[in-house]
């Protein structure tokens, strides 16, 4: 084997040699170099025409397209542009008017806001090493080829791959190609290179190698920037964030709902933490805080944090496909206790004690109509007894009440009626049958309505009674209530604007608080003020303050809204994203995990709530009947009273007589 390999040396030393001598071999060489090279340019050519198959419009930056790109240019719309970086990137012309447009979060592109349609492409000719300059022009959506200058030698890789990276980090564009010397590069974001830590690899495209994209069910552990806060269905978990002072753990719905989405798309979750503007907001210079600011600056993949589904004035974040929805409802402080001495009156509502007195009156005006026709109908008969003796018997009448005029009779029959409904002692029956036929069916009803009252009664001190709680927004309006909240989206969430006057005077009564303490907590305290807050959140960490009676929920909600996940605008995960979270809303997973969370909620305040179930079991004691002892010996005094002032009509009005008595014995 030796001798064969002396052999192949002695071969190739003989050709370089006479290759060195022979200029004609040095052509030949050349020469298929040379055809090498248009062999890779025609391959180029080809890959471009397959990039670019799919696309309509084309804006050419800074060049004149070859003899490659032009072939592109049939049947397509194209626009031509030509400047520097800082010319393409720069702001809009000033207004007349600054103070109307505030300033943008990152620098203005005038080539999409000249009208660059989303998902359109781009030939930018330039130099590789300009390419973080022109950063404004790319879109995720979009397709771009930056053909390189012929004269410069070919890009490091290490160079190139690094400031396709930070296209996509900071712009979420992938879909950027480079042609330089004949080459054709792309970057694919969720390729890690053999040995390498990060993901991205920057990949050399050749005839028959597919080109990158997103992968649709298995990203390969691709790490996924995740950000998640405290809200309605994410709790800080105070166990583990007891043990790790340094990052806070949550759970709840949307953290189950990331967890199997991520299994699912088999990816890494990169934590991303929040900061204390939660949601965020926008500042008077157009910027955003919060979620949304790290959305607009492409620092967070997605948001696990349900986001009403509404306007945040934020052109660059986007909403998943909705998961659930909310209402938005407005709390106040829950009315007093009726006071024990007053729940006998508040056994019966007004209309009913009404009612009870219209009842009183009629019964009384057809008791005195029968009897009037009775004393009419009644044959006069002579002898012994008198016709109105013999009435008064009929009657059962008192001696008093036999020579009374008619009316002191009727306003008799009126009182002995109300004392007939309130099934009190009554002595003196009368004997005519119609009336006891009618006082049987009035017997009837005050049965009735006394068993009500005594089961009633034992109610009302068992069962604590409250005042009547503002039931409506109009009876919040006309209480005059201030409306604090701690989040400024409030603001522009819960009243709609220019929908009646209604609303309009309840927005203008909201204040923006920023406070350390809870709103709910200064409600129930101040008890002064109204606020807002989410439904849902009164059924899970806030359902204490229900249970507990110490605030009550306006049952009118003025706005219900359905809830997303927010991801950056035009995101190439989108729509891997929405089919997974449509499965898993589609499948009840969604509904299955808020029906947990409000279970698990409600045994961690079981004791509460059955201490205030156990409260509500009173045993009855005198100081509860006080208002019973009130009227007894109200009624004592008032008789006692009576019976003196009798005792002493009588005995003036028999001195008399009996001094007279006394003179005619002596006499």
Known sequence: MRWIWAAVVVVVLAAANLSASDPSTTLSFESLSLQQ??????????????????????DIVNGVAGAAETQLLHHR????????PATLCSAPPASEHPECFAPPERPTDRHQSDGALAG?????YGSVAELDRYACLFDPAGTYLLVDEPSRSSPEQAHLRRLLGTLWTTRGAYRVYVRARGQLYGYDPFRRPAGAAEYGALVQLEDGRPLPTVPQADFGGYPLRIEVFRSVYSNPDERASASKADQITYSGPDVMARDVFCRALNVTVMPVPADRDLFGDRLPNGSFTGALGRLVRREADIVFTGFFIKDYFARDVEFTAGLYSDAVCCLVRKASRIPEALLPLYIFPGDIWALLGVLGLACASVWALLRWCVRHIKPPVGGLWSRRHRLAVLFNLPRSLRAAGPVRQTVQLYVDSFILLVSAPYLRFTRSGVERLFLTGLLLVSLIFVSLYTSGLAAVFVNPLYYPDIGTLQQLDESGMAIPVKYRGFLDDVFAVNYSRLMDSLRGRMQHLPAKESMLARVARLGNI?????????ALDNAIYLTTRQL????????TYNLAYVMPHRSAFGEQFNKV???????GLVDHWIEEARYGWTLRDWRVARRMMESNFKVLTVLDMQFAFYVLAIGLTVSVAVIGAELVHFHRAHRGEGHGVNVLLRK
Do not use: Y
């Open 37 to 58: 090279q248009q062999q890779e340019s025609d391959q180029s050519d080809a890959l471009i025409a397959t990039i670019f198959a799919t696309i309509n419009h084309l």
């Open 552 to 559: 009550h929920m306006v049952p009118e909600c003025p706005r």
């Open 77 to 84: 719309t194209v626009r031509w542009f030509d400047g520097e």
């Open 530 to 538: 109204a606020t807002v807050t989410r439904k849902t959140t009164l």
């Open 120 to 124: 359109a492409g781009l030939i930018l």
């Open 581 to 587: 979270l449509l499965r898993m809303v589609g499948g």
